[in-house]
């Protein structure tokens, strides 16, 4: 799904489905570690997707996704198929009431 405006910032809330022994892991992890369940879990991905961002192909398609941002923010919309509807539906009222 696209932003309407590259100047937005993606971010997103995610929800998070495991299974109760995962969740069982989970908590005995957080425990040992004395933090929530949720902060460690935040952790576990913000330290795995930072690992992931080094990754060569995965920099590539970051670089491919601003570029793409980049192209949107500069381009001229163009106009609106409904406003073109409108439009068309006027031209054909006029034809026919001047029939």
């Known amino acids: 799904m696209g932003r309407a405006k590259a100047?937005?910032?993606?971010?997103?809330?995610l929800l998070l489905r495991l299974t109760q022994p995962q969740r069982d892991v989970l908590d005995a992890a957080a425990?040992?570690?004395q933090?929530?369940?949720n902060a460690?879990?935040?952790g576990l991905l913000t330290d795995h997707l930072a690992l992931l961002a080094?990754?060569?192909h995965v920099k590539a398609?970051?670089?491919n996704r601003a570029d793409y941002d980049s192209q949107q923010a500069t381009?001229?919309?163009?106009?609106?198929?409904a406003e073109k509807a409108v439009k068309?539906?006027?031209?054909?009222?006029?034809?026919?009431?001047?029939a």
Do not use: C, F, M, W
């Open 75 to 81: 381009t001229v919309p163009l106009k609106r198929t």
């Open 61 to 63: 398609d970051l670089a």
């Open 31 to 33: 425990h040992l570690r």
């Open 40 to 42: 460690y879990a935040y």
């Open 54 to 56: 080094e990754q060569p």
């Open 35 to 37: 933090i929530t369940p």
């Open 7 to 13: 100047e937005q910032p993606r971010s997103a809330t």
């Open 88 to 98: 068309r539906t006027n031209a054909k009222k006029a034809d026919i009431a001047g």
